[in-house]
Antibody, heavy 120, light 110 residues
Framework: QVQLQESGPGLVKPSETLSLTCTVS????????WNWIRQPPGKGLEWIGY???????KYNPSLKSRVTISVDTSKNQFSLKLSSVTAADTAVYYC??????????????WGQGTTVTVSS | QSALTQPASVSGSPGQSITISCTGT?????????VSWYQQHPGKAPKLMIY???NRPSGVSNRFSGSKSGNTASLTISGLQAEDEADYYC??????????FGTGTKVTVL
């Protein structure tokens, strides 16, 4: 079955850009919606945004000005870029696939998560 | 968009039933039947337990059930077991085509 794996730097300096990639294995990235979700230490889940395989996106309004999600169908990957990071962006970042191919919610498949710390 | 409101904690004894509420607005929970519930054990990724208000994915115990009335959705766990101790989050689609999560509820099995 399909599996997701996040990858990227675990430490990012304040004001720089956080970049993560989610690699999809065991299935094609074509069709389905692909999400990024994060969880600050000891806190709840926060939806960051999603991308459809065709490239259309939707972002959390509170992060919209700093977020870019893109997809590379040739590599079966999708990516997250979050600019101008601060300590408040320290979190476990999850990538997730929609449960159904034709709707962005719910999330049926999750990666294991990757911890990103923002610190100088 | 504001996070959906959940109680911080709910507890129950083994075998009992508990219910977790998830309150939103007519722009999210009340506007669509796209409410889902996730279970998260410490250090693990969330797991989908209920989708589209009351549907269970294959493999999820029928002890878990969901419902909705107006702007409030609910997750009920019947026959509470030790393995049910975890954090639970609701989520909803919104009128802006975005997604929003609940504040999360810690379930303790006494």
């Amino acid at each position: 079955q399909v599996q997701l794996q996040e990858s990227g730097p675990g430490l990012v300096k304040p004001s720089e850009t956080l970049s993560l990639t989610c690699t999809v294995s065991g299935g094609s990235i074509s069709i389905y919606y692909w999400n990024w979700i994060r969880q600050p230490p000891g806190k709840g889940l926060e939806w960051i945004g999603y991308i459809y395989y065709s490239g259309s996106t939707k972002y959390n309004p509170s992060l919209k000005s700093r977020v870019t999600i893109s997809v590379d169908t040739s590599k079966n990957q999708f990516s997250l870029k979050l600019s101008s990071v601060t300590a408040a962006d320290t979190a476990v970042y999850y990538c997730a696939r929609s449960f159904n191919w034709n709707y962005p919610t719910p999330q049926g498949v999750w990666g294991q998560g990757t911890t990103v710390t923002v610190s100088s | 968009q504001s996070a959906l409101t959940q109680p911080a904690s709910v507890s129950g004894s083994p075998g009992q039933s508990i219910t977790i509420s998830c309150t939103g607005t007519s722009s999210d929970v009340g506007g669509y039947n796209y409410v889902s519930w996730y279970q998260q054990h410490p250090g693990k990724a969330p797991k989908l337990m209920i989708y589209d208000v009351s549907n269970r994915p294959s493999g999820v115990s029928n002890r878990f059930s969901g419902s909705k009335s107006g702007n409030t959705a609910s997750l009920t766990i019947s026959g509470l077991q030790a393995e049910d101790e975890a954090d639970y989050y609701c989520s909803s689609y919104t009128t802006s085509s975005t997604l929003v999560f609940g504040t999360g509820t810690k379930v303790t099995v006494l």
